[in-house]
């Protein structure tokens, strides 16, 4: 069996990571590291086989828990975990630049003591800045790195972090720079659940500034299965950008979810921009497509109406949610525009 040491695997991401390898890796065991922040969720993880998952809660700046928690003849480390929302970056920057930065340092660290043989660092296309609008340009491995916000500046620190680590000490490590990822399972702050959440419940959907902004979106399984072509295939030292050419403005997604619910579009309220907001994303996947063999198979339908149905279905997961500490930020985040 390989081990593999995955972190924020109770997150969005890493919890359709930790699923789909469990289900299409029968020789891998997984030891699932997570701190269980207010995106951290153990429903995520719910009926997952104990004898080839298990579960530590703990923070991966905690270096003594950390040395302690990663196995001894690892094979992997996969990063996901991630202060990994821009609003909040804006509000507080603090948080994102310890556990995006010095997380990810303890964990390269904790690697090389361990012999780990290869990490995997979870990155963004957010690295890469904003792109004009009615361009033809794309983000390919070569663009620039110029974040934006504090969230996007801290996963770019951490992309050098990493490389640091391979240029000093050669630690095997590859990057993956993924777009806007939607899927069940994701917390309703983002876009597209909070969309559907708030569309269910017949509330305000809060669109920022003109909602002309547009996202490379992709369906989180196809993004997780880059991933693992990553491990299995990348080249060490090389970064991958991860994209399903699926550019979408966001008032088209939110106009999308509306009609599949059947909700009017009376409901969309257009609030004040984000700060800082990055207007365009748009992926160039040539080289994961050429080099991992990697393409998406989730279709944009496809994706947003699986993601609909979860939600529909799942209405205690997001409840429970809804009912925590997101009364508070739900409240200083769209209060005052909303009403
Ligand atoms: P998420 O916010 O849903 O989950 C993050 C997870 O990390 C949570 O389970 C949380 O408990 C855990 N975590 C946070 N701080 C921690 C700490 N100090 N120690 C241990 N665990 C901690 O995020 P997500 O959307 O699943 O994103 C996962 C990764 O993918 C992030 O690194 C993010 O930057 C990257 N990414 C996300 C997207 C996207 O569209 N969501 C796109 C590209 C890349
Ligand atoms: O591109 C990859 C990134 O995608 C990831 O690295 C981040 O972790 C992830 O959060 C996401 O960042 P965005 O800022 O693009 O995602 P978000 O869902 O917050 O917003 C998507 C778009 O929708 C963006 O243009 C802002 C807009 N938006 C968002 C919210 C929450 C609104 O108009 N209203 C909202 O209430």
Same mark, same amino acid.
């Given at each position: 069996?390989?081990?593999?040491?995955?972190?924020?695997?109770?997150?969005?991401?890493?919890?359709?990571?930790?699923?789909?390898?469990?289900?299409?890796?029968?020789?891998?065991?997984?030891?699932?590291?997570?701190?269980?922040?207010?995106?951290?969720?153990?429903?995520? &993880?719910?009926?997952?086989?104990?004898?080839?998952?298990?579960?530590?809660?703990?923070?991966?700046?905690?270096?003594?828990?950390?040395?302690?928690?990663?196995?001894?003849?690892?094979?992997?480390?996969?990063?996901?975990?991630?202060?990994?929302?821009?609003?909040?970056?804006?509000?507080?920057?603090?948080?994102?630049?310890?556990?995006?930065?010095?997380?990810?340092?303890?964990?390269?660290?904790?690697?090389?003591?361990?012999?780990?043989?290869?990490?995997?660092?979870?990155?963004?296309?957010?690295?890469?800045?904003?792109?004009?609008?009615?361009?033809?340009?794309?983000?390919?491995?070569?663009?620039?790195?110029?974040?934006?916000?504090?969230?996007?500046?801290?996963?770019?620190?951490?992309?050098?972090?990493?490389?640091?680590?391979?240029?000093?000490?050669?630690?095997?490590?590859?990057?993956?720079?993924?777009?806007?990822?939607?899927?069940?399972?994701?917390?309703?702050?983002? &876009?597209?659940?909070?969309?559907?959440?708030?569309?269910?419940?017949?509330?305000?959907?809060?669109?920022?500034?003109?909602?002309?902004?547009?996202?490379?979106?992709?369906?989180?399984?196809?993004?997780?299965?880059?991933?693992?072509?990553?491990?299995?295939?990348?080249?060490?030292?090389?970064?991958?950008?991860?994209?399903?050419?699926?550019?979408?403005?966001? &008032?088209?997604?939110?106009?999308?979810?509306?009609?599949?619910?059947?909700?009017?579009?009376?409901?969309?309220?257009?609030?004040?921009?984000?700060?800082?907001?990055?207007?365009?994303?748009?992926?160039?996947?040539?080289?994961?497509?050429?080099?991992?063999?990697?393409?998406?198979?989730?279709?944009?339908?496809?994706? &947003?109406?699986?993601?609909?149905?979860?939600?529909?279905?799942?209405?205690?997961?997001?409840?429970?949610?809804?009912?925590?500490?997101?009364?508070?930020?739900?409240?200083?985040?769209?209060?005052?525009?909303?009403?």
């Amino acid at each position: 069996m390989r081990k593999i040491f995955v972190t924020g695997g109770a997150g969005f991401i890493g919890s359709a990571f930790v699923r789909q390898v469990l289900e299409e890796q029968p020789d891998v065991e997984i030891v699932d590291y997570d701190a269980l922040t207010y995106a951290g969720n153990l429903e995520n &993880l719910a009926g997952l086989d104990p004898a080839r998952h298990s579960f530590i809660k703990g923070d991966i700046c905690d270096r003594p828990a950390v040395l302690e928690a990663m196995p001894e003849g690892c094979d992997a480390v996969f990063n996901f975990a991630a202060e990994s929302h821009v609003d909040r970056s804006i509000h507080s920057a603090d948080e994102f630049l310890r556990t995006n930065i010095i997380g990810t340092q303890v964990l390269l660290d904790a690697a090389r003591a361990k012999g780990v043989r290869r990490f995997v660092q979870v990155s963004t296309d957010e690295v890469m800045g904003s792109l004009p609008e009615d361009d033809s340009a794309f983000f390919t491995e070569a663009s620039p790195h110029k974040p934006n916000s504090p969230y996007a500046a801290s996963k770019a620190a951490a992309e050098f972090v990493v490389r640091a680590a391979r240029e000093t000490f050669g630690v095997d490590a590859v990057i993956t720079r993924c777009g806007n990822n939607y899927g069940p399972r994701q917390f309703p702050e983002k &876009l597209i659940p909070l969309m559907i959440a708030n569309a269910m419940n017949d509330e305000p959907l809060p669109v920022y500034g003109d909602g002309q902004n547009v996202r490379d979106w992709i369906f989180v399984d196809d993004h997780c299965r880059a991933i693992w072509l990553a491990y299995e295939k990348g080249r060490s030292g090389e970064a991958y950008n991860i994209g399903a050419r699926n550019e979408r403005r966001n &008032l088209e997604v939110v106009r999308s979810i509306l009609a599949a619910l059947g909700k009017p579009e009376s409901l969309i309220r257009y609030v004040d921009d984000r700060l800082g907001h990055d207007r365009r994303y748009a992926i160039d996947p040539i080289k994961a497509e050429t080099e991992l063999g990697w393409r998406p198979q989730v279709t944009w339908e496809e994706g &947003l109406a699986a993601t609909i149905d979860w939600y529909r279905e799942n209405q205690a997961w997001v409840e429970h949610i809804r009912n925590g500490e997101y009364r508070e930020y739900y409240r200083q985040m769209y209060g005052a525009a909303l009403g």
